[in-house]
């Protein structure tokens, strides 16, 4: 099946349909407790939003949203069928305004802070395939408990400059968050990561290349 988005975006609210064919796409499954995804990117790999639009009686996503600076932002998405394949579109936006900051400047340090969590990755290749594990501790040390969030108890996305992108979750929900994922071996890829702790949802985020890996 070939999908396309139909967009009608503001600059203050995200709104598209899903269109197959001359028709709005209906036939939506669940996917992490949510019928969409919305993952929000600047094409520099900054201002990273994870969004969960509603659906109207006519079939249009729709979410307030208004970004942080000017520049374009890829929008992706990210959803399932009810035979539970799996489709990510993308269609982007130029946003009026000044920029900030732009460009892309790579660091790979493993070891970052968060609202008071220290949170260090430890990154690795076997086979094809990249396993990311995090280690979260509090200012005491103490490993705090991670609750369910939308379904996993993290949600991973990979991008790269190129707008590749990659969405994935821990195995099963349990304590430790751990995500193992194929990833083309010679890409650069920012990678957010979302956790959620005392209820609120803290996102980080990580450069990977291979060749930056500590052997």
Same mark, same amino acid.
């Given at each position: ?80 069928? !009810?035979?539970?394949? +799996? ?13 900030? +900051? ?28 990249? !396993?990311?594990?995090? +280690? ?31 969405? !994935?979750?821990?195995?099963? +929900? ?5 995500? !193992? ?35």
């Amino acid at each position: 099946m070939s999908l396309i988005i139909r967009d009608q975006s503001t600059d203050s609210e995200i709104a598209f349909s899903v269109r197959d064919g001359d028709e709005a796409f209906r036939e939506y499954g669940v996917s992490h407790t949510k019928e969409m995804h919305l993952i929000v990117m600047r094409d520099d790999l900054q201002h990273f939003h994870h969004l969960h639009p509603q659906r109207d009686a006519d079939g249009v996503w729709r979410v307030a949203f208004t970004p942080p600076a000017g520049g374009t932002y890829w929008r992706y998405a990210d959803f399932v069928d !009810t035979d539970e394949q +799996t489709y990510t579109i993308r269609f982007d936006k130029q946003y009026s305004g000044d920029p900030v +900051t732009y460009g892309i400047a790579k660091n790979f340090d493993r070891e970052k802070t968060v609202d008071g969590y220290r949170i260090q990755l430890k990154d690795s290749v076997a086979d094809g395939d990249v !396993t990311f594990a995090y +280690t979260i501790t509090d200012s005491q040390g103490q490993s705090p408990q991670l609750e369910e969030y939308l379904g996993a108890i993290g949600h991973n996305v990979l991008i790269s400059p190129s707008g590749d992108f990659i969405h !994935t979750h821990p195995p099963e +929900t349990g304590a430790t968050p751990v995500f !193992t994922t194929a990833v083309p071996p010679d890409h650069f890829y920012r990678v957010f990561t979302q956790f959620k702790i005392k209820g609120k949802v803290l996102t980080v985020n990580f450069d990977w290349q291979r060749s930056a890996i500590s052997e």
